[in-house]
């Protein structure tokens, strides 16, 4: 086993920044000193920026995969280099008539899972495999497991899925075909159930384990090369404004943190503002930037967008509004199918959950917000992700021109 070049030097406290940790093991508890009963702050990773390759941005397309961003990420195993990352950038003629603004689609369902989480579990399963781990362990009902799954499985590691009634015919096809232990329990038990795990089995965990979320220190790293290739792509300039899919932050300041290091680097001047977009029904980080707090938890409020229905935000996610002058979108399940339309009328079919980037610059344009551009909407995650993804039941029909006709003026069709 190799790992590939890194310039990560250490491990850093978010609560308190003067504290500094070791880069191994990953803190996935997050920072022992600055965290209490009530919120956790997460740590991250620091690099020495001076043996960053001066020629790493003056590329003129990204990567094919993460690996070649590899010196500003944490290490990473070689084996696992599926192309990941390099996803399109589209153009949204649509949107832009709507938002008066040059609006663009950072497609994310074009990874090898189909969904952003392959960023991060780049980083995680590499960290699981290069401590050892005997095998990795994550509770989730969506993206998260689906990719966990498959890079464990490229490496040859055991891993179980903690999940709950109800998962996504497409998420439970992922799993059964990587090969993944599920243990479908209560969801309220699977956080006791992940913990048990690591304890007993020394499994490596990729998902949360504390009260507010910290995460993994390692896995939001790889949500930075969303901001590197999108300076790229945007011709070595960064938008005014970035639209994300949010439940527990991680993506939001992930991209946040690249830009921020693009600006620390001398390459741009431009922070975009970071909007994070979430279910009215919960929103914990809205609720934590109204009340002025770190973090916090929510009442679990119905919401069809269950990849991002959280209850509990993440001090990673205030940072990342507060610093960048950005806010948090309170959504509406209608708004985001709404969206999701949109999305497919341009000819991409995304996850209700993955639609809230566009539902949120809609909600925001509509009520006076102006952008002059260019403004970049996250789109997270394939629709064969949504649960309610093969209900519907064809019948054949009859086959002459009178029938034909009559069925397609009845799907709207004027012929």
């Not at 362990?137 to 990719?147: E, K, L, R």
């Not at 709950?164 to 015919?169: F, V």
């Not at 209560?186 to 020394?202: D, P, T």
């Not at 629709?383 to 069925?407: L, M, P, T």
Request: charge should be neutral; aromatic fraction near 6%.
């Amino acid at each position: 086993m190799t790992a590939v070049a890194s310039a990560a030097i250490a491990q850093r406290s978010m609560g308190d920044p003067s504290i500094e940790y070791s880069l191994w093991p990953p803190l996935t508890s997050g920072c022992p000193k600055t965290s209490t009963t009530t919120v956790s702050y997460p740590v991250e990773v620091t690099y020495d920026y001076g043996a960053v390759p001066p020629d790493l941005f003056q590329r003129g397309r990204p990567p094919a995969s993460l690996h070649g961003w590899a010196s500003l990420l944490p290490p990473l195993d070689d084996r696992l280099d599926l192309g990941v990352g390099d996803t399109p950038l589209l153009a949204a003629p649509s949107i832009d008539q709507f938002t008066g603004a040059h609006t663009l689609l950072k497609d994310e369902s074009r990874n090898p899972t189909w969904s952003h989480k392959d960023r991060l579990n780049l980083c995680t399963v590499s960290a699981a495999a290069l401590t050892g781990a005997p095998g990795v362990v994550v509770a989730s009902s969506g993206n998260h497991g689906a990719s966990a799954a498959a890079l464990s499985a490229r490496l040859g590691l055991p891993c179980v899925v903690i999940t709950s009634a109800g998962m996504p015919p497409a998420i439970g096809s992922f799993l059964a075909a990587y090969g993944a232990a599920v243990l479908v329990v209560e969801r309220e038990a699977r956080w006791q159930v992940l913990r048990e795990i690591v304890s007993r089995l020394r499994y490596h965990p990729v998902s949360n384990l504390t009260a507010t979320h910290t995460g993994h220190p390692f896995g939001v790293e790889g949500y930075k090369t969303i901001a590197y290739e999108l300076f790229l792509q945007l011709g070595r300039t960064a938008p005014e404004a970035v639209f994300v899919p949010t439940g527990y932050g991680e993506l939001l300041y992930g991209v946040h943190k690249g830009f921020a290091e693009l600006c620390a680097l001398g390459l741009t001047s431009r922070l975009p503002q970071m909007y994070a977009c979430e279910p009215a029904a919960r929103a914990p980080l809205a609720k934590a930037l109204d009340l002025g707090l770190p973090a916090t938890t929510v009442h679990g409020g119905a919401t069809s967008a269950y990849a991002i229905g959280t209850t509990v935000s993440s001090y990673r996610a205030t940072v990342a509004v507060r610093d960048s002058g950005g806010r948090a979108v309170r959504l509406t399940d209608e708004e985001m199918a709404d969206a999701q339309r949109e999305l497919a009328r341009l000819g991409m079919w995304q996850e209700l959950s993955a639609s809230a980037g566009v539902a949120g610059l809609r909600q925001m344009v509509a009520s006076g917000t102006r952008f002059e551009g260019p403004v970049v909407c996250l789109c997270t995650s394939s629709g064969f992700k949504d649960k309610n993804v093969g209900q519907r039941s064809w019948q054949a029909g009859d086959a002459d021109w009178i029938s034909i006709r009559r069925e397609l003026h009845r799907q709207g069709l004027s012929v």
